[in-house]
């Protein structure tokens, strides 16, 4: 391992990274040329560029955890995700530690009829070893009612000794690299919400290893600025070595939107207005989904001074993190409470 500050690292990556993040935080004209965004005239959605992969995506992706809650009926819960997807979203999240598995059975059932072919299919896999990542890797297929997905992910890479364990002999990687030239997965990511430390680690070891990810999902939203910020250590990282970040918790849960300081429709045009591929977020009811297409109906490009207001609004409250509980607290720590899922 690369023995660096990272915090440091970021700092001093080079004028051009720093300059692009910048650029594309603050100037939509530079954002939209980047994400190469474009508004399909038969519906409601932006489209964006997956990084270097070249796929084009939903800038909205319907989270997998919501879609599998036991409050929500199976019937619901297809209905509400065959109809994201008719209006226009085609990225579609899940993971096999979903609501124990649940999540991704009811997306099996969505994506019959014809419905696989609509959409850009991820999901994530728990396991550090590569057995445990392999039996993953095929029981999410099974479930899914696939025999590919088109984006496979390390889940809740959240811990200093998770990126070495993924790249070790034996480790996760070598089932996920192998699962890809079996033609079970198209491209590799990794996802994580605790600290962008840990995040920069797993890009760092990558590196190292000439291994290139093709996506990077974390936290962004109009209070990760302020504290432990993915926004401004990581995005710079990902923009410049071009891989595609993917958005996720927009509204912390519900606790960014307790604080009182955004409405959800600020939220969410706060969370597209950066450069990241793809905005992941829970829907499960009519009201949510069609809050997140109003958002996307609605939006366009902050000017460097809406952007600077929004954050001003939400600095008190964003400092301690008390609103971003899945970086302060265990309580997202899906990982930590099932350990066996790391194999």
Same mark, same amino acid.
């Given at each position: ?25 603050l ?10 965004e474009?508004n ?14 070249g ?16 409050e ?7 209905? !509400? ?13 899940? +993971? ?24 850009f ?13 392999a ?19 390390? $889940? ?6 998770? @990126? ?10 070598e ?5 890809q030239?079996?033609?079970? !997965?198209? &491209?590799?990511? &990794? ?7 840990? $995040? ?26 302020h504290?432990?910020? &993915?926004? $401004? ?30 409405? @959800? ?5 706060y969370c597209?207005?950066l ?15 069609d ?11 902050? +000017? ?22 899945y ?8 990982? +930590?409470?099932?350990?066996q899922?790391?194999?």
């Amino acid at each position: 391992m690369v023995s660096i500050d990272r915090r440091a690292f970021v700092r001093t990556a080079g004028t051009a990274i720093g300059a692009v993040a910048a650029s594309h935080l603050l100037n939509p004209e530079a954002r939209a040329e980047t994400n190469a965004e474009t508004n399909a005239e038969t519906n409601e959605m932006i489209y964006r560029t997956l990084g270097r992969t070249g796929e084009r995506v939903s800038a909205i992706g319907m989270g997998g955890w919501h879609i599998g809650k036991p409050e929500l009926s199976e019937q619901d819960a297809m209905q !509400l995700t065959r109809q994201a997807i008719d209006r226009g979203i085609t990225f579609l999240d899940n +993971s096999w530690d979903y609501n124990e598995g649940v999540s991704e059975l009811r997306m099996g059932k969505v994506l019959a009829d014809g419905y696989r072919n609509k959409v850009f299919l991820m999901t994530k896999i728990d396991g550090r070893t590569k057995a445990a990542a392999a039996q993953q890797i095929d029981e999410s297929l099974l479930r899914l009612r696939t025999d590919r997905v088109d984006l496979m992910q390390f $889940h809740e890479v959240i811990h200093l000794e998770d @990126p070495d364990r993924i790249f070790a002999e034996g480790g996760a990687m070598e089932a996920m690299i192998e699962a890809q030239k079996a033609g079970k !997965l198209r &491209f590799i990511g &990794f996802t994580g919400h605790k600290d962008p430390y840990v $995040h920069l680690r797993m890009l760092d070891l990558a590196r190292a290893r000439n291994f290139h990810f093709d996506t990077v999902q974390m936290p962004l939203n109009v209070m990760d600025a302020h504290f432990r910020s &993915f926004t $401004h250590e990581v995005l710079p990282v990902l923009i410049g070595e071009g891989i595609a970040p993917l958005g996720m918790k927009c509204f912390g849960d519900h606790y960014i939107l307790a604080s009182n300081t955004v409405t @959800p429709i600020e939220a969410l045009h706060y969370c597209l207005n950066l450069p990241s591929a793809v905005q992941i977020t829970g829907i499960d009811s009519q009201h949510i989904l069609d809050q997140a297409f109003e958002a996307v109906r609605t939006f366009k490009p902050l +000017s460097q001074a809406e952007v600077a207001a929004l954050l001003d609004r939400t600095k008190t409250a964003a400092l301690a993190g008390l609103y971003e509980r899945y970086k302060t607290t265990a309580q997202f720590d899906g990982t +930590s409470r099932s350990p066996q899922f790391l194999g």
